[in-house]
């Protein structure tokens, strides 16, 4: 991970020269995208080293509210600069590939890292119980929407696209107070019963790899907003090549956010994840890989469907209203792997076979994603009038 770090702040700069410096070149937005997605990395992995010092500052209540906040950050930079470029389909596809990454593929590489010369691991079964029933209204706040809308075509509703907005609003209401009262359980009410229990731990974690020295409050703060703002600057130069690129190589929208866009995001927690389970401490690996769809599923996906209802009305960029109308694969998708990770999690053990089940269901879904037929339309003239 260090030298991934050296290459993506190395990529940084790079990206911004050639953006500027060769954006007549045929093979420019390509070079552009492939930097600016090394280049989110390290500062993604920064950010979170920041939120993880500051809450060492404020207590484990609001530590958590933190990392609620800022865990996900990158993925929501990277979808607010989406919005406002008016590719709602990139914004929707990332989310649910954000979702699909924590759950199969982060979880997956985890239980065989951490499992590979172990017999099996152990975690809080109370716990993966909680985030089983969030993740299952996460699954019911994608079919409402794709079933409504379903019936209202039937029903031949003519004011079918306003009706769908209403229930997005209204949905993303109704989660954002269930992500709220999820907080509330886990962090406060049950903080005790959702802590893993000693007795159940075959072997103790591993102390014997070196953590970072405390930082103090300020420098996690200030770290954290410079890391949230590079953040933002380098998803500028991906988010504008990533339509471009999709268009050069035949690619779908859809695949460009739930495979790539997402894996981008992801790359920290993927990381943090993987070295916590070699450490023996997956009930901390499987919190991270629950908590981060959960804030998603329940967080990320109603606050940009109100964001971009805010966005619209004050006429910011191209951005239009943002519904939770996902497409049939992505609404699929999501109920696999929760599906799947519900049935291999709920007797809080895993094991490298398990992990090898999880990557290997991503790797079908990607598949399927990769193989979407591209909608027919005109080039993406104003994206590539941008470079």
């Known amino acids: 991970m260090r030298y991934l770090n050296i290459a993506g702040y190395i990529a940084i700069p790079l990206a911004y020269i050639i953006h500027f410096a060769c954006g007549g070149a045929q093979w420019e ?3 552009t995208f492939t930097l600016a997605a090394l280049g989110v990395i390290p500062l993604a992995h920064l950010m979170g080293q920041a939120t993880e010092h500051l ?4 207590g484990p209540t609001w530590g958590g509210l933190l990392n609620a906040t800022f865990g996900n950050a990158a993925e929501l930079i990277i979808a607010l600069i989406a919005l406002s470029k008016g590719l709602n389909e990139i914004v929707k596809a990332s989310l649910t590939g954000s979702i699909l990454g924590n759950l199969l593929l982060v979880a ?18 109370q716990a993966a119980e909680a985030n089983a029933g969030m993740l299952s209204i996460a699954v019911a706040a994608m079919l409402v929407p794709a079933i409504f809308h379903f019936a209202g075509e039937r029903m031949h509703d003519n004011a079918l696209g306003e009706h769908d907005h209403r229930v997005s609003i209204a949905a993303s209401v109704v989660l954002l107070l269930v992500y709220a009262a999820g907080l509330l359980f886990t962090l406060r009410t049950h903080a005790h019963l959702l802590s893993r229990s000693p007795a159940v731990i075959d072997e103790p974690e591993d102390k014997s790899i070196k953590h970072d020295a405390g ?12 890391a949230s703002v590079g953040i933002g600057l380098v998803a500028e130069l991906l988010v504008g090549s990533a339509e ?4 050069r190589f035949g690619w779908n929208e859809i695949f460009v956010g739930v495979i790539l866009l997402a894996i981008i995001g992801n790359a920290a927690e993927h990381s943090t ?18 908590q981060s769809s959960l804030q998603i599923a329940l967080f990320a996906v109603p606050f940009l469907v109100l964001v971009s209802a805010a966005m619209t009305a004050a006429g910011i960029g191209e951005s239009h209203y943002l519904n939770m109308l996902f497409s049939p694969l992505e609404v699929v998708a999501v109920m696999l792997a929760v599906f799947t990770t519900v049935i291999l999690n709920q007797n809080g053990e895993s094991n490298w076979f398990e992990g090898v089940l999880l990557i290997g269901l991503y790797a079908l879904l990607a598949i399927a994603f990769f193989y979407l037929p591209v909608p027919h339309g005109p080039t993406p003239a104003a994206a590539v009038a941008g470079h």
């Open 108 to 125: 997956g590489a985890a239980m065989v890292a951490g499992g590979w010369k172990r017999e099996r691991q152990v975690f809080s079964r």
């Open 55 to 58: 809450t060492e500052h404020v």
């Open 215 to 226: 930082w103090s409050a300020k420098k996690s703060i200030i770290v954290l907003l410079l």
């Open 29 to 31: 937005p390509i070079a």
């Open 273 to 290: 994840a993987v070295m916590l389970a070699i450490r023996n401490d997956m009930d901390t690996a499987m919190t991270i890989t629950y």
């Open 244 to 247: 471009i690129v999709a268009h």
